[in-house]
């Protein structure tokens, strides 16, 4: 059961310092992510980032525990705004009308965010590979898209299958399109929209 007390002076506290430590920690990564965009990978070192965000390198040590550190939380933070970004599509009463704005939203997210998705997609730090337990926590930012798949196949939308399989079908085919995009040899949107319906199309149910 909840306990609707008031939160008290310590609570409050507690509460408070949390926000700030989650801002602090947000603002760093942004400060950390500009950096490797202007300058590159070598530029990203604690000392950098605690000149640029103004604060002492053990604010950043304290924050991040060491270069890798750093480099695993852009990682995780760009798949959790990317999470985000999905979250904030209207849902639909119908599951395929809710998969296909999903999608063009997936495109918006990486191009809203080159930063994070060099680092998340293109190994912008060389070198650097995230831990097991990052790549789990990165693919299930993704799961809105596992859920929606799997109404779409409850509904006769699409065939019975695993839900990841046709998730991760489609997350191929983006990626695809949108490092293409963003590498000049794509110019707007119109290869994206079509491998990503060919695929959706390739899973469909048999309405025969």
């Not at 304290?62 to 970004?85: D, K, P, Q």
């Not at 998730?167 to 995009?181: C, R, T, V």
Request: proline letters at 5%.
């Amino acid at each position: 059961m909840t306990s609707s007390a008031p939160l008290g002076l310590q609570g409050a506290y507690l509460q408070g310092e949390r926000a700030n430590h989650d801002e602090l920690r947000s603002r760093l990564l942004d400060v950390a992510v500009n950096v490797l965009v202007a300058d590159g990978p070598d530029s990203l070192t604690i000392r950098r980032i605690a000149t640029e965000a103004a604060c002492t390198t053990t604010v950043v040590y304290t924050m991040f525990g060491n270069r890798e550190g750093l480099a695993e939380a852009l990682y995780l933070e760009g798949f959790e705004r990317f999470r985000r970004l999905l979250e904030r599509v209207p849902q639909r009463r119908d599951p395929f009308e809710y998969l296909n704005a999903l999608v063009p939203a997936y495109r918006q997210a990486c191009l809203a965010e080159p930063g994070y998705y060099s680092l998340m997609f293109e190994r912008a730090i060389p070198g650097f590979e995230p831990s097991e337990r990052a790549r789990t926590l990165a693919r299930a930012a993704l799961n809105i898209l596992d859920r929606v798949i799997s109404d779409c196949i409850s509904a006769g939308y699409l065939g019975p299958t695993q839900p990841r399989k046709i998730a991760d079908a489609l997350w191929a085919a983006a990626q695809g399109a949108i490092s293409l995009e963003r590498s000049g040899h794509l110019r707007d949107a119109t290869s994206y929209e079509a491998v990503t319906q060919a695929t959706i199309a390739y899973y469909a149910a048999d309405k025969d």
